[in-house]
């Protein structure tokens, strides 16, 4: 019977970084959180070559396994999410947005996402604010049915709404076939009803994430499943729904079992979104939830990231004083 590390060999972690040195600061720290959990599958950093020499400067290289250099061209969300394909050093890759924290043993994770040769997080149905306007202007979306001449005029019979925060890819070819298609259709926006993220308030770069979902329809490849009450591969911060420690040592989610109820998360007015849980709770079954840890927190909305961020900058603290120790012993040792 093979042992573990027998049974996980070619199965790795991937984060990218470029930009500003904090994000290279977000991969250590996300990669601090895994290794809590998993010290036997191997890490990549695939970053711009300034973020290596950036780890070197500080004596961090060392917490991933291979450094893998980012083309110039490659650098931005579109960039490397489009190409991923180009980076497999792994039989198995996992790739994973560097503002998250592990949270629990991904093993089962593992187990559940081979059976795919490629897959991406998310809800198998998509809305009209997926890639639209997140303001009262999707209501024009609606009454003109924008979303479903997207869908006719690419000839797609459903539209999935797509995580780009956890990628797998074990197979090439069609890892390769879904990036190209997504490239292509990226080109297209004007065809669609989709817009630019660019217009958002907050974002400097395009978003990959409607694309990738028009090219996994089009290849009729199945999504994993983004929220699956105990097996959730990842679950969104949000302060009120997030029991944690400051290191995130331990960390428990509320999660509402109804979806309409559990996507009230995402309403900034704490008032309206307790009022509307309160109201539809009148419903037998809307109201109920569970606590749960999944694998992954993810701190993607813009408004919530601040304790990711301080946790961050702790860690590389942590980190780079015990490296500049180590480097300079005291006389006594």
Same mark, same amino acid.
């Given at each position: @019977?093979?042992?573990?590390?027998?049974?996980? #060999?070619?199965?790795?972690? $991937?984060?990218?970084?470029?930009?500003? +040195?904090?994000?290279?600061?977000?991969?250590?720290?996300?990669?601090?959180?895994?290794?809590?959990?998993?010290?036997?599958? +191997?890490?990549?950093? $695939?970053?711009?070559?300034?973020?290596?020499?950036?780890?070197?400067?500080?004596?961090?290289?060392?917490?991933?396994?291979?450094?893998?250099?980012?083309?110039?061209?490659?650098?931005?969300?579109?960039?490397?999410?489009?190409?991923?394909?180009?980076?497999?050093?792994?039989?198995?890759? &996992?790739?994973?947005?560097?503002?998250?924290?592990?949270?629990?043993?991904?093993?089962?994770?593992?187990?559940?996402?081979?059976?795919?040769?490629?897959?991406?997080?998310?809800? *198998?149905?998509?809305?009209?604010?997926?890639?639209?306007?997140?303001?009262?202007?999707?209501?024009?979306?609606?009454?003109?049915?924008?979303?479903?001449?997207?869908?006719?005029?690419?000839?797609?019979?459903?539209? !999935?709404?797509? /995580?780009?925060?956890?990628?797998?890819?074990?197979?090439?070819?069609?890892?390769?076939?879904?990036?190209?298609?997504?490239?292509?259709?990226?080109?297209? $926006?004007?065809?669609?009803?989709?817009?630019?993220?660019?217009?958002?308030?907050?974002?400097?770069?395009?978003? %990959?994430?409607?694309?990738?979902?028009?090219? @996994?329809?089009?290849?009729?490849?199945?999504?994993?499943?983004?929220? /699956?009450?105990?097996? #959730?591969? *990842?679950?969104?911060?949000?302060? !009120?729904?997030?029991?944690?420690?400051?290191?995130?040592?331990?960390?428990? %989610?509320?999660?509402?079992?109804?979806?309409?109820?559990?996507?009230?998360?995402?309403?900034?007015?704490?008032?309206?979104?307790? &009022?509307?849980?309160?109201?539809? !709770?009148?419903? +037998?079954?809307?109201?109920?939830?569970?606590?749960?840890?999944?694998?992954?927190?993810?701190?993607?909305?813009?408004? *919530?990231?601040?304790? =990711?961020?301080?946790?961050?900058?702790?860690?590389?603290?942590?980190?780079?004083?015990?490296?500049?120790?180590?480097? =300079?012993?005291?006389?006594?040792?």
């Amino acid at each position: @019977m093979n042992n573990k590390s027998e049974e996980i #060999s070619g199965e790795g972690y $991937i984060y990218t970084s470029y930009g500003k +040195p904090e994000y290279v600061k977000h991969a250590v720290a996300s990669t601090v959180t895994l290794r809590r959990y998993d010290s036997k599958r +191997p890490v990549a950093l $695939i970053c711009t070559r300034e973020h290596i020499d950036y780890l070197v400067k500080h004596n961090q290289e060392k917490l991933f396994d291979k450094l893998v250099p980012l083309r110039e061209e490659h650098a931005s969300i579109t960039g490397f999410k489009h190409n991923v394909h180009l980076y497999m050093p792994f039989e198995k890759n &996992l790739y994973l947005d560097s503002d998250i924290v592990w949270c629990k043993d991904p093993d089962p994770l593992w187990t559940s996402l081979s059976v795919h040769p490629f897959t991406i997080t998310g809800i *198998q149905t998509s809305d009209n604010f997926f890639g639209g306007p997140k303001h009262i202007g999707v209501l024009k979306d609606i009454l003109l049915k924008r979303r479903q001449r997207t869908l006719n005029r690419f000839d797609l019979t459903y539209l !999935s709404r797509v /995580q780009t925060g956890m990628i797998y890819a074990k197979e090439e070819l069609v890892t390769r076939e879904v990036c190209e298609l997504a490239a292509s259709f990226l080109q297209r $926006i004007d065809e669609t009803h989709f817009q630019s993220r660019l217009k958002e308030k907050g974002r400097s770069e395009e978003s %990959c994430e409607w694309s990738m979902a028009m090219a @996994m329809s089009k290849l009729n490849l199945p999504i994993y499943p983004w929220l /699956q009450g105990h097996t #959730s591969p *990842q679950l969104d911060f949000i302060e !009120s729904y997030t029991d944690y420690d400051s290191d995130f040592h331990n960390v428990k %989610c509320t999660y509402y079992s109804d979806q309409l109820v559990y996507n009230f998360r995402g309403l900034k007015i704490d008032w309206l979104r307790k &009022l509307l849980i309160k109201t539809f !709770s009148l419903i +037998p079954g809307k109201g109920d939830y569970l606590i749960t840890t999944p694998y992954c927190l993810h701190f993607g909305w813009l408004h *919530q990231k601040q304790p =990711f961020l301080e946790f961050s900058d702790r860690t590389w603290e942590r980190l780079t004083r015990e490296s500049s120790s180590d480097e =300079f012993p005291s006389s006594d040792e």
